[in-house]
């Protein structure tokens, strides 16, 4: 009999703080996902809890910020070796996760700043957008917008996308990976897509194929997985570019549940798609 030798593995650990998606396109599900499956334990801490389906958001919850500090106090057995923010829905979240950052000193922090639904929804106030720029910038190793996103958090009306970099920058966050998905410049051909690395002593693009259709969860997939290449020890430049190829194919391998948006496998290969058969069952 053959005798299995078992090895007990020490996983990098994923702090998560974002939102809950029913639909398992984004949010906690799909930063779970995502954690997996670049190799790390996720520890998921929801902020809100959100009414959506594949084509719009139409609630938000916040959840009690109080009750989000008591889930992140629970979890001291654990090693965090990276944390990683996702959708934050009120003022009262936003300090209860700056609360929970600042107890956790030299931890990278990657945040994706979800202001807005793939369906248009505005999930972020003007109010919410300045105090997320003063109290969590900061605290930012690595900011994950895309080119909306990225306006949107600028006081500068420049429209280039270093000015606006360098004026995050300037408010404390440390690297942005800047994605063309949504809205690509006038300069990229149309069949691709270039994301790009904004750092004080880093300038780094990528350019990959544009895939057909709109997508649920590339924002959470990218940035989970970039926390997750971060927490294994990568340098910025190779966790950034690992995380996009892994996010790469798994919008490759997604999948359309309806008419709507495509939602991102992240769990690809395992397990294998189940094809079933059109044959009557028999009794």
Known sequence: ????????????????????????????????????????????????????????????????????????????????????????????????????????????????PVLRAGGGCDLSTAELVDAFRARLLPLVDILTPNRHELARLCRDAAEDDTHRAVELMSQGCQALLVTGTDDPSGRVPADRVEHTLHAPDISRQWSWPRLEGRFHGSGCTLASSLATRLAVGESLVMACEQAQAFTWQALAHGWQPGHDQSLPRRLWRHPPVIEFANETPRD
């Open 1 to 112: 009999m053959a005798v299995i030798n078992e090895v007990k593995a020490h996983l990098p650990v994923v702090l998560v703080l974002a939102g809950h998606d029913p639909t398992g396109g984004a949010g906690l599900v799909a930063d779970a996902e995502a954690v997996a499956a670049s190799g790390g334990w996720a520890l998921t801490i929801p902020t809100a809890l959100t009414v959506q389906n594949c084509r719009n958001v139409t609630e938000v919850v916040a959840l009690d910020p109080d009750a989000i500090r008591r889930m992140a106090d629970a979890l001291g057995e654990f090693e965090i070796a990276a944390i990683k923010v996702g959708l934050i829905a009120d003022m009262a979240s936003l300090d209860a996760v700056t609360d929970i950052i600042r107890r956790l000193p030299g931890v990278p922090v990657v945040v994706d």
